[in-house]
């Protein structure tokens, strides 16, 4: 009889121990990124004072974003003949933060996709290297800060602090990313610039030390006939002691760079959460 009992003794320790353990990998999983939990992105409409009419952005919220909690902001700017759907349409931004939050690698926070070209009427000009369309990329500053950005703090779940914002963009975008994020880095806590154009403007940073410098990050392919420009910003960001990450990967003016850009760009932002 006693050889009955502690057998049975030892079965019900042995399926306690399993629960306990079956528990205890529910709560892991709980806390870790479910495989099958994706982020949204949706296009909405603000009006822009700058431009006089109303304009178009896509914002992707990431997995599980709820009302009752904030989150961090990155603005993501495009190329020369782009729009608010050129990221949407051909960087696979979706599947590349999906991708980092399932394997616990991004901080919470929200994608926005921006035209960067603020003009009126708000669309591609015919030639997108013309003088009018060269000042809409520039007038963009403009729109981001007054119109866009109060737009999103208003509508989103969002931090409206420096160190919850930041900004990045390809090649045109990467130029305007520089010289808005540097031009302004007590608005911006990071900046990143994949193939930076020619628009990049070393004259537009602040570098008088009374603000500190955000992280920057440039990255730029070593065929891309453009890599001189991020080797300019490089060497005026080291003649002037700013900290900051200089790369270079194999590719051209191309979006396996950019892809890569965001990709390697995003996990080391808004660190630590709140």
Not at 158 to 179: A, E, F, P
Request: aromatic share 12%.
């Amino acid at each position: 009889m006693c050889e009955r009992i502690d057998f049975f003794a030892g079965v019900r320790f042995c399926l306690f121990a399993f629960i306990l353990i079956f528990a205890a990998a529910r709560a892991d999983a709980q806390t870790a990124q479910p495989a099958g939990l994706k982020g949204a992105v949706t296009r909405q409409t603000y009006f822009s004072k700058t431009t006089g009419v109303d304009r178009h952005c896509y914002v992707y919220t990431p997995p599980g974003y709820p009302e009752a909690k904030k989150y961090s902001v990155l603005y993501v700017l495009h190329g020369i003949g782009g729009t608010e759907a050129e990221w949407i349409n051909h960087g696979m931004p979706k599947q590349i933060m999906d991708a980092l939050y399932a394997e616990g690698k991004a901080e919470p926070m929200i994608l926005v996709f921006p035209n960067g070209r603020a003009m009126n009427p708000d669309r591609v000009p015919h030639n997108p290297f013309s003088d009018e369309a060269q000042a809409a990329f520039a007038n963009f500053e403009k729109d981001l800060l007054e119109d866009l950005i109060p737009f999103i703090q208003k509508n989103y779940s969002v931090y409206t602090d420096r160190k919850h914002r930041g900004i990045c963009g390809l090649s045109m975008g990467g130029g305007q990313s520089l010289n808005f994020g540097l031009g302004h880095p007590e608005l911006f806590s990071c900046v990143g610039a994949f193939s930076p154009a020619p628009n990049t403007d070393t004259g537009l940073f602040k570098v008088d030390g009374k603000v500190s410098m955000p992280l920057i990050w440039i990255l730029c392919g070593e065929s891309d006939s453009l890599l001189n420009i991020s080797k300019n910003a490089d060497a005026f960001l080291t003649a002037h002691t700013i900290p900051h990450a200089f790369k270079t990967m194999p590719g051209g003016h191309d979006w396996g760079v950019w892809k890569a850009g965001l990709r390697e760009f995003v996990p080391l932002i808004f660190m630590g959460g709140e």
